[in-house]
């Protein structure tokens, strides 16, 4: 049974129903083609066969001759082993009973008893010298802590009056160098920049922060500081970068309200313009406008969750080491606080007629990141035109010094007496470690004379022991080449199993049947089962053809009476395996004729899913090529809207049934019908071959919205299809009754069977007796069975009986039919 999905027209509606194609007495024309083989002749295979299996059987045979051979050696060899591995534990007892003799000879000897004292008082001494060295370092290990306290002590004392512990340039860090690397920098030269870098980078981190316990409690809020507290910040910063200044020749930094403030106004625009991270060019221009003043920039991000004024200067001093010493790649924070180069936009660093400020500020919040800004200026003949809101106050604000003298002199006194402890247990570790040193070298004199006494002594049984030694020598020898024969022995054992275990194998592979490859099975190459391929005159990319939905073969076993007794109603079983797929075997001929509008016969190719191919075979009609739609004024393509398809319709007759009972048919005639989709063409405009009526009267045909193909069953003029053909007939000798069965028929187990043992379609048996029957089977519009089933009985309702036709029909996919009726 082959099923076709068309569209046909009810009232104002598409709908889908199935296209059922049943046997009626005819059966489809096929074109039997064989594939293109590129295999050697049968007899030729089983002659290379045959002598492959008999090399095979004779390497095998060699194989197992090995193996004997290498297990009767193997166990030889073993034998050999075991009785020399008994030797050998033999001779390794007696060697111990000699050396054990030796020892007790050796120890009983005065001189041997005489210099193991020696030896062990020697030992004592060193475990004592040990213990005090011990001792004596552990003392200067406490002395050293007491030291470092006092020294911390005293940091603290000095860093309560503003002493900071600051940085130190190096010897290369200087003005004239920095003066090269911008110029090394502007010719691309990367080795004066990498000079400087290390140079630099060296003092990375290099030096500490002191902490200060008083400002570890002052209360500090960033984002919102006291003019005080920016004051205070700005100090710190010219305290620590002005000894620097002055090794490199620039003018010191001084603080004054005037500096603080601009510091301040440059956080305030940089929070008016919400920036958290780089710098405000823009807004720094405003600043400058707004004060009527030159200055410059460094900024390094703050950590939001500072607190206090301690924590505020560790993080100024780690900013300011980033800058001095891992400043790349050109280095210009460490310019700006440095003064490392002389700006005539701005000041002369080295000028000492001009001022240099300093101030310091905090933009940003919590939310977003905070940064602190260093903002140098100057006094300078070419100052900014214009007058600023505030006049920049130059009064330089002096640093409060505390005093906080007695308490550095405490901290003094306490790590002046920890140095003189830390120099008495220095001392003290030196000698404990010289006596330690003593010792050592007493023991190892004492030692080596024991072992020179121990040698004379044992000089008598001295013989024994080596002759003892030199067998057991030998035995092991013998043991580690018999081993190595017996591991030798089993990889020629073991590769002649797997060699005889492959050509077992390799005969087992050849002596079993071989599968049947899908293009020797499937050699019925069927046109009629390509789909047209529909493209436009033009097209560069040309779809490949697919087969129809029933050309691919389906499992009809559903494992129930019902289904076994009802496979005679159609043929769900195709030509080919599911996964068969087409190709064009001319894929250059079809490309030529895609640029004609046309019909044209391509040859094409089936690929089958186990990897074989079918030879190339002729489909008449498969490629449709479409004039190319005429283009508007605008140059785009229109698309039309009275398109037109094809429906090719193979019309069946069913010559007879398969011993399962699926129908043998063959195609009678063939028309192609043209039309837009929808279009109806009734029977009257069926062109039936000569000799047939339709299987379905009043059948009419639709044309879809894609070219398809239907096959509609047919019966020969003169075959019976009326209802009543075997209601009152006899058995034997009314026209149904045949006197002569076809040439090679017969009747086999209650079947008319042809020559070729399939079943003949109009023939029944009664009472034993080849009978002539009405075997037309069709389905109606509404899904019913119109005639009776071939070999049921005579009455249209005694067929579908206790079975439920509803069902059944529906389980077969014949509930609905794509016919009209007129």
């Given amino acids: 049974m082959k099923e076709h999905k068309k569209l046909y027209k009810s009232g104002k509606l598409w709908l889908t129903a199935t296209v059922l194609a049943v046997a009626a007495g005819a059966t489809m024309t096929t074109t039997t083609a064989h594939a293109d083989t590129t295999s050697q002749p049968a007899g030729q295979q089983a002659s290379d066969k045959d002598s492959q299996i008999a090399a095979l059987q004779s390497d095998a045979k060699q194989q197992q001759a090995t193996i004997n051979d290498a297990q009767s050696q193997l166990a030889t060899q073993q034998g050999k082993l075991t009785a020399t591995q008994k030797q050998l534990d033999a001779a390794q007892a007696d060697y111990q009973k000699a050396l054990t003799e030796q020892d007790q000879a050796t120890q009983n000897d005065p001189d041997v008893q005489a210099a193991t004292t020696a030896v062990n008082k020697a030992q004592q001494k060193v475990s004592t010298a040990q213990d005090g060295a011990k001792q004596a370092a552990a003392a200067l290990s406490d002395a050293q802590t007491r030291q470092q306290q006092a020294n911390d002590e005293l940091s603290q004392a000095k860093s309560g009056s503003s002493q900071q512990t600051g940085f130190q340039l190096p010897d290369g860090y200087t003005r004239e160098n920095y003066h090269k690397l911008q110029d090394a920098l502007a010719d691309g030269n990367m080795d004066v920049?990498?000079?400087?870098?290390?140079?630099?980078?060296?003092?990375?981190?290099?030096?500490k922060y002191v902490h200060s316990a008083q400002d570890k409690q002052e209360a500090v809020d960033p984002a919102h500081l006291t003019n005080q507290q920016r004051i205070e910040i700005s100090q710190f910063v010219i305290d620590l970068l002005n000894p620097l200044r002055e090794k490199i020749g620039a003018q010191p930094f001084v603080v004054s309200q005037g500096s603080v403030d601009l510091a301040q106004a440059v956080a305030d625009q940089y929070n008016a313009d919400k920036v958290y991270s780089g710098h405000d060019y823009p807004g720094l221009n405003k600043v400058e406008v707004a004060n009527a003043r030159a200055f410059r920039e460094a900024v390094e991000g703050l950590d939001t969750s500072i607190n206090n004024m301690d924590d505020l200067k560790a993080a100024i001093f780690s900013a300011i080491d980033d800058m001095i010493f891992h400043d790349t790649p050109d280095w210009g924070h460490a310019r700006t606080l440095l003064g490392l180069l002389n700006d005539t936009d701005l000041n002369n660093e080295s000028d000492p007629a001009t001022q240099s400020y300093l101030g310091m500020s905090v933009s940003g919040d919590a939310t977003n990141g905070m940064m602190i800004h260093f903002i140098p200026t100057y006094d300078d003949v070419d100052e900014l035109e214009g007058?600023?809101?505030?006049?920049?106050?130059?009064?330089?604000?002096?640093?409060?010094?505390?005093?906080?003298?007695?308490?550095i002199k405490a901290a003094q006194d306490k790590l002046d007496q920890a140095n003189t402890d830390v120099t008495n247990a220095q001392q003290s570790k030196k000698g404990a470690d010289d006596q330690l040193t003593q010792a050592q070298a007493e023991l190892a004199v004492a030692e080596q004379s024991l072992v020179a006494v121990k040698a004379s002594a044992s000089a008598k049984t001295a013989q024994r022991v080596s002759d003892a030694k030199g067998r057991v020598t030998d035995l092991q020898g013998q043991v580690t080449g018999l081993k190595g024969a017996i591991e030798k022995t089993n990889q020629t054992l073991a590769a002649a199993q797997a060699k005889l275990a492959q050509d077992n194998q390799q005969l087992a592979e050849l002596q079993k049947p071989q599968a049947q490859p899908d293009n020797e099975k499937y050699t019925n190459l069927d046109p009629s089962l390509v789909v047209k391929v529909n493209v436009t005159a033009g097209d560069t990319t040309i779809p490949v053809p697919t087969l129809a939905a029933g050309a691919y073969i389906k499992n009809t076993d559903n494992g129930t009476a019902s289904a076994a007794m009802f496979m005679v109603l159609a043929q769900t079983n195709g030509v080919y395996p599911e996964g068969t797929k087409v190709e064009w075997a001319d894929p250059a001929k079809v490309q030529k004729d895609a640029q004609t509008a046309g019909t044209y016969d391509e040859e094409v190719i089936l690929d089958f899913p186990d990897g074989t191919k079918s030879k190339a075979f002729n489909v008449p009609g498969v490629l449709v090529v479409a004039a190319k739609p005429n283009s508007g004024n605008d140059s785009h393509q229109t698309t039309p809207t009275n398109a037109t398809h094809t429906l090719t319709v193979h019309y069946i007759e069913t010559i007879g049934y398969q011993p399962m009972g699926a129908p043998i048919t063959k195609v009678v005639g063939t028309q192609v019908l043209n039309g837009q989709a929808g279009t109806d063409f009734s029977e009257s405009q069926l062109n039936l071959p000569a000799g047939y009526k339709l299987a379905m009267p009043g059948l009419t045909l639709t044309i879809s919205d894609q070219d398809d193909m239907i096959e509609v069953p047919v019966l020969a003029v003169n075959s019976s299809t009326d209802d009543h053909s075997g209601t009152n007939q006899s058995t034997g000798s009314d026209h149904n009754a045949s006197a002569q069965l076809p040439a090679g028929a017969k009747i086999v187990k209650g079947q008319v069977l042809d020559a070729n043992g399939n079943v003949l379609a109009g023939w029944t048996v009664v009472n034993?007796?080849?009978?002539?029957?009405?075997?037309?089977?069709?389905?109606?519009?509404?899904?019913?069975?119109?005639?009776?089933?071939?070999?049921?009985?005579?009455?249209?309702?005694?067929?579908?009986?206790?079975?439920?036709?509803?069902?059944?029909?529906?389980?077969?996919?014949?509930?609905?039919?794509?016919?009209?009726?007129g």
């Fill in 193 to 207: 920049r990498d000079a400087w870098d290390n140079m630099a980078g060296q003092n990375y981190m290099k030096f």
């Fill in 387 to 407: 007058t600023p809101a505030h006049p920049f106050d130059k009064t330089v604000i002096k640093e409060a010094k505390q005093d906080n003298t007695a308490a």
């Fill in 768 to 821: 034993g007796q080849a009978v002539r029957n009405g075997s037309a089977v069709a389905v109606n519009a509404q899904g019913q069975i119109a005639k009776r089933l071939p070999q049921t009985g005579n009455n249209d309702s005694l067929a579908l009986a206790g079975l439920g036709a509803a069902s059944l029909l529906g389980m077969f996919g014949l509930a609905g039919v794509n016919k009209k009726r």
